[in-house]
């Protein structure tokens, strides 16, 4: 039996979403990228470009409404500039969706703190250009 190709091409699409802290509540799910069903996230990072100044900690995590967590394998630290890859899970959306931002205070009265979330991703049955064979 005889291989047959699939000779369609897609580029990756990228979306990012800017966050301050004043968009987020402790401990709460927020929205920030919707993706289609069919996505499959490939890459991403979380960027933090205002340090977070709660008073011991404060904890990020990407995820989706499915595993608030799905992007980030431990909690990514809002107290230092940095720019943090989003761990890839090859998980596919069956449905609409979106990637959601949970940030965990460490206590006090935080006043500041921002960043940028950014993920590329494909979508299944998507071609751009067609590969010659």
Request: aromatic share 6%; hydrophobic share 40%.
């Given at each position: 039996m005889a291989t047959t190709f699939d000779t369609g091409r897609q580029y990756p699409l990228v979306?990012?979403?800017?966050?301050?802290?004043?968009?987020?509540?402790?401990?709460?799910?927020?929205?920030?990228?919707?993706?289609?069903?069919?996505?499959?996230?490939?890459?991403?990072?979380?960027?933090?470009?205002?340090?977070?100044?709660?008073?011991?900690?404060?904890?990020?995590?990407?995820?989706?409404?499915?595993?608030?967590?799905?992007?980030?394998?431990s909690p990514v630290s809002g107290q230092a500039l940095a720019c943090t890859e989003l761990s890839l899970t090859g998980y596919t959306y069956s449905a609409n969706?979106?990637?959601?931002?949970?940030?965990?205070s460490g206590g006090g009265t935080p006043t500041t703190g921002a960043g940028t979330v950014r993920v590329m991703y494909v979508l299944d049955g998507r071609s751009h250009e067609v590969q010659p064979t």
């Open positions: 979306a990012s979403a800017d966050f301050v802290l004043g968009d987020l509540t402790s401990g709460e799910a927020v929205p920030l990228i919707k993706l289609p069903q069919g996505a499959t996230v490939i890459g991403g990072t979380l960027t933090i470009s205002t340090v977070f100044n709660s008073t011991s900690s404060d904890a990020i995590d990407i995820g989706d409404d499915g595993d608030a967590n799905r992007y980030t394998a969706n979106t990637v959601d931002i949970t940030w965990t």
